[in-house]
T-cell receptor
Framework: GNSVTQMEGPVTLSEEAFLTINCTYT??????LFWYVQYPGEGLQLLLK?????DKGSNKGFEATYRKETTSFHLEKGSVQVSDSAVYFC???????????FGSGTKLNVKP | DGGITQSPKYLFRKEGQNVTLSCEQN?????MYWYRQDPGQGLRLIYY???????QKGDIAEGYSVSREKKESFPLTVTSAQKNPTAFYLC???????????????FGSGTRLTVV
């Protein structure tokens, strides 16, 4: 089956700290992988994506690499800002099938 | 600009009432979806539709109903049969053609439903 597992939050960091949010997946075939971000009271916004093994998605200083050998798609950022405080969701979409599987979300709190 | 519009942003329902949440998109996307989000939890799929006049149940369809009479619109009705409807509801859309799954979803800004 298809599923996504994320590290539990909340994650609390000081401004300019290094961020890693772990995400592992189980999938049949070759899925596409995504990170979404949700700010308080809002919908989800696509942060970055990767569609095949070894692809690196990047946006706004965030990066994640599609690792088929470890079935992982960890989110990283070298220096977080207070404005990065949000909930981050890892998701997968099986190839050729328009349905997404979301992780449970990881809340990030960045303190000044 | 293209996007998805959900309305209302906040909705209050009395016990035993049906309420309908609106979702409209002007992205020309074929597929539309409804998710439910509870505090501190992930997203759970309620219903989805790949084409007009067709839709499928998701993981938690009981107590909900949908229609897809137009490509742009996918309203969700929360019926009185839904025993715990208080949640944040998110609508999403995506291109539906095979091979387009890597585009990802576009989400609306959500409707917060509270039973009073």
């Amino acid at each position: 089956g298809n599923s996504v597992t994320q590290m539990e939050g909340p994650v609390t960091l000081s401004e300019e700290a290094f961020l890693t949010i772990n995400c592992t997946y189980t999938a049949t075939g070759y899925p596409s992988l995504f990170w979404y971000v949700q700010y308080p009271g809002e919908g989800l916004q696509l942060l970055l994506k990767a569609t095949k093994a070894d692809d690196k998605g990047s946006n706004k200083g965030f990066e994640a690499t599609y690792r088929k050998e470890t079935t992982s798609f960890h989110l990283e950022k070298g220096s977080v800002q207070v404005s990065d405080s949000a909930v981050y969701f890892c998701a997968l979409s099986p190839y050729n099938f328009n349905k997404f599987y979301f992780g449970s979300g990881t809340k990030l709190n960045v303190k000044p | 600009d293209g996007g998805i519009t959900q309305s209302p942003k906040y909705l209050f329902r009395k016990e035993g009432q049906n309420v309908t949440l609106s979702c409209e998109q002007n992205l020309n996307h074929d597929a539309m979806y409804w998710y439910r989000q509870d505090p501190g939890q992930g997203l759970r799929l309620i219903y989805y539709s790949q084409i007009v006049n067709d839709f499928q149940k998701g993981d938690i369809a009981e107590g909900y109903s949908v229609s897809r009479e137009k490509k742009e619109s996918f309203p969700l009705t929360v019926t009185s049969a839904q025993k715990n409807p208080t949640a944040f509801y998110l609508c999403a859309s995506s291109p539906s053609s095979p091979g387009h799954t890597n585009y990802g979803y576009t989400f609306g800004s959500g409707t917060r439903l509270t039973v009073v």
